[in-house]
């Protein structure tokens, strides 16, 4: 079974600081993990995905994350985050294979301070 | 293509009454899923479809709800009564293939009051 969980429901950090969001995931088989946004009022947009190939992945708007199957994470980072990245950041787990199952953490709110 | 499409934005209905939230998946696109965001809950799968076919419902909350998809191109789920706490923003989501990402439509927020 799968399933994907968001380290801190709320990150704040200053304009041009790092930003790092925690995502750690169980998957019986081996995993495709995607980041996505979401800004108020609108639907979940997508900013990276891993399917097997590189351990790093980058992905819009400067976001890149780092997949690490002996620790089961796979962290969204940002060396310099802009005001315009306040957000709720979502990571998801689909199973490999023909399942298809997608499923997706709580959520980390962004809140990014002048 | 225009994207997944939801219908309606928003619905705001009296407990009891019957609510149909409707989803237009991308052409081609052969999963949907069924989603509900709360504060409390998060972003909760309720039930998907693979080639019209319903694989996982284990997420639909009860006998409540149910989802439907007739053919490729529709998807309707269904509130019957509806209850105050079924007040969310329920999301559709296509996606081709197993591997692929989703895309997400703008969502129906449903007020029960």
């Known amino acids: 079974a799968q399933s994907v969980t968001q380290l801190g429901s709320h990150v704040s950090v200053s304009e041009g600081a790092l930003v790092l969001l925690r995502c750690n995931y169980s998957?019986?088989?081996?995993?495709?993990l995607f980041w996505y946004v979401q800004y108020p009022n609108q639907g979940l947009q997508l900013l990276l995905k891993?399917?097997?190939?590189?351990?790093l992945v980058k992905g819009i708007n400067g976001f890149e994350a780092e997949f690490k199957r002996s620790q089961s994470s796979f962290n969204l980072r940002k060396p310099s985050v802009h005001w315009s990245d306040a957000a709720e950041y979502f990571c998801?787990?689909?199973?490999?294979?023909?399942?298809?199952?997608?499923?997706f953490g709580q959520g980390t709110t962004l809140q990014v301070k002048p | 293509d225009a994207g997944v499409i939801q219908s309606p934005r928003h619905e705001v209905t009296e407990m009891g009454q019957e609510v149909t939230l409707r989803c237009k998946p991308i052409?081609?696109?052969?999963?949907l899923f069924w989603y509900r965001q709360t504060m409390m809950r998060g972003l909760e799968l309720l039930i998907y479809?693979?080639?019209?076919?319903?694989?996982?419902d284990s997420g639909m909350p009860e006998d409540r709800f149910s989802a439907k998809m007739p053919n490729a191109s529709f998807s309707t789920l269904k509130i019957q009564p509806s209850e105050p706490r079924d007040s969310a923003v329920y999301f559709c989501?296509?996606?081709?293939?197993?591997?692929?990402?989703?895309?997400f439509g703008q969502g129906t927020r449903l007020t029960v009051v």
């Open positions: 989501a296509t996606r081709r293939g197993a591997s692929t990402e989703a895309f």
């Open positions: 998957s019986s088989v081996p995993p495709y």
């Open positions: 891993y399917t097997s190939a590189a351990t």
């Open positions: 998801a787990v689909g199973a490999g294979g023909n399942t298809g199952k997608l499923i």
């Open positions: 052409s081609g696109h052969d999963y």
């Open positions: 479809f693979n080639n019209n076919v319903p694989i996982d």
